[in-house]
């Protein structure tokens, strides 16, 4: 038996969509073509272009509608003001054109600290026959980045914290909500790719305190739970890992990229 990796977000996100409980926390997506972007952009006031293979928050365009025709265009730290008739030659420019892209509903991330967006990372490993909810974090984005991930200094902090910090009333029922999207996304995953093993959720809150599904990683890097501090967590994270792999161990032997696990965030 192996641990699986699957790279295609569009896969594992076609697959969820099957499921009634996920279907509505899943944001809309579509292949990007300049008709699904325009599309999208009569529907959203914020629409994501981003390639479908992740590139740890790289490569990610975010386009805002502002007002009379004129668009927001972010970009890494970069921010540009574009009227409507240059709109799709600037998203062109970003574009790989080697790589392909899907475009997806923007969701208004709830901020913290000073107006910076977060999302939430959660760690589900099966060990067994079950999946577990081995820890979770805030994942609160750098200064000037609309993205939250580690490799572009989004810093790890204390959920419950963050969500308190932001102003949240119901926290037991958003935590409660978070557990039961990451075990619904990781039993649905499992049921259609096999040999999964160890999951990375994404998961987002928006101002209202709707909870969002963003992307499952199969092969999540740990540095932001080492960071937190939690021991207890980082602990039991690290020694479920270690067990899942010792046990499924033909994969252990085939990933080269098995060490970085726990130096590349994803
Ligand atoms: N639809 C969206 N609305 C709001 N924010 C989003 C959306 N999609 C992504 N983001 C933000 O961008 C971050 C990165 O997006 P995503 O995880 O999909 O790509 P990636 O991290 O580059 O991929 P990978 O993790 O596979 O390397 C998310 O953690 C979230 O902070
Ligand atoms: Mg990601």
Redesign the pocket.
């Known amino acids: 038996m192996a641990i699986r990796k699957i790279n295609n977000?569009m896969e594992k996100s076609e697959v969820l969509l099957t499921d009634p409980i996920l279907q509505p926390h899943i944001?809309e997506t579509h292949w990007y073509s300049p008709k699904t972007f325009w599309m999208m952009l009569g529907i959203y006031p914020t629409v994501?272009i981003?390639?479908n293979t992740?590139?740890?928050?790289?490569?990610?365009i975010r386009v805002q509608r502002l007002k009379s025709k004129m668009f927001e265009v972010r970009f890494d730290d970069k921010v540009k003001k574009v009227p409507q008739s240059d709109l799709i030659t600037e998203v062109t420019q970003l574009i790989e054109p080697d790589m392909q892209y899907f475009v997806?509903?923007?969701?208004n991330?709830a901020t913290v600290y000073n107006g910076r967006?977060f999302?939430i990372r959660i760690i589900m490993h099966k060990p067994e026959n079950r999946w577990n909810l081995c820890g979770w974090v805030a994942?609160v984005?750098g200064p000037n980045q609309?993205?939250?991930?580690y490799a572009k200094g989004g810093k790890a902090f204390a959920l419950e914290k963050v969500l308190k910090d932001a102003g949240f009333k119901n926290i037991e029922k958003i935590l409660q909500t978070l557990g039961k999207i990451a075990h619904r996304t990781s039993h649905v995953l499992d049921k259609s790719f096999s040999d999964l093993r160890i999951l990375g959720i994404?998961a987002?809150l928006d101002k209202k305190g709707k909870v969002w599904f963003?992307?499952a990683?199969t092969r999540p890097g740990y540095n932001l739970f080492r960071d937190l501090g939690d021991q207890v967590m980082f602990h039991r994270i690290i020694t479920t890992h270690h067990y899942i792999h010792a046990k499924y161990k033909e994969v252990v032997a085939a990933s080269t990229s098995q060490v970085t696990a726990f130096n590349l965030e994803?």
């Open positions: 977000k944001p994501f981003k390639p992740g590139l740890r928050g790289s490569g990610i997806q509903e923007g969701i991330l967006p999302d994942k984005a609309f993205v939250t991930n994404d987002a963003i992307e990683n994803k």
